[in-house]
């Protein structure tokens, strides 16, 4: 079982930047792709980004490239994403997932076994 906390979400204006961290516990987590989704009230979860477990593959929706990174440290158990040019269409709950396997599409939510709690970020035009 792996357990994910996000931090660092909050209110920023628009054009501002967050950085969102997920830690994640069990001693796995390196051989994890690791994802971040958003929700919106009233919309569907949304892909945002995603990296596997090397690091050296990312994954952007197209809403978010160029404005966000994703990064991990495997060493923390910690995966990353740093939103600059933040715009309120950015304006969401944020999920950080974790997949067990291997997928060829991990722009789904199905690709993913664990998830964690969400943290709001609000952005103020």
């Known amino acids: 079982q792996v357990q994910l906390v996000e931090s660092g979400g909050g209110l920023v204006q628009a054009g501002g930047s967050l950085r969102l961290s997920c830690v994640a516990s069990g001693r796995t987590f390196s051989s994890y792709a690791m994802g971040w989704f958003r929700q919106a009230p009233g919309k569907e979860r949304e892909f945002v980004a995603a990296?596997?477990?090397?690091?050296?593959?990312?994954y952007y929706a197209d809403s978010v490239k160029g404005r966000f990174t994703i990064s991990r440290d495997n060493a923390k158990n910690t995966v990353y994403l740093q939103m600059n040019g933040l715009k309120p269409g950015d304006t969401a709950a944020y999920y950080c997932a974790a997949a067990r396997f291997s997928s060829s599409n991990y722009y789904s939510p199905r690709a993913f076994d664990y998830w964690g709690q969400g943290t709001q970020v609000t952005v103020a035009s």
């Open positions: 990296i596997i477990w090397r690091g050296n593959i990312t």
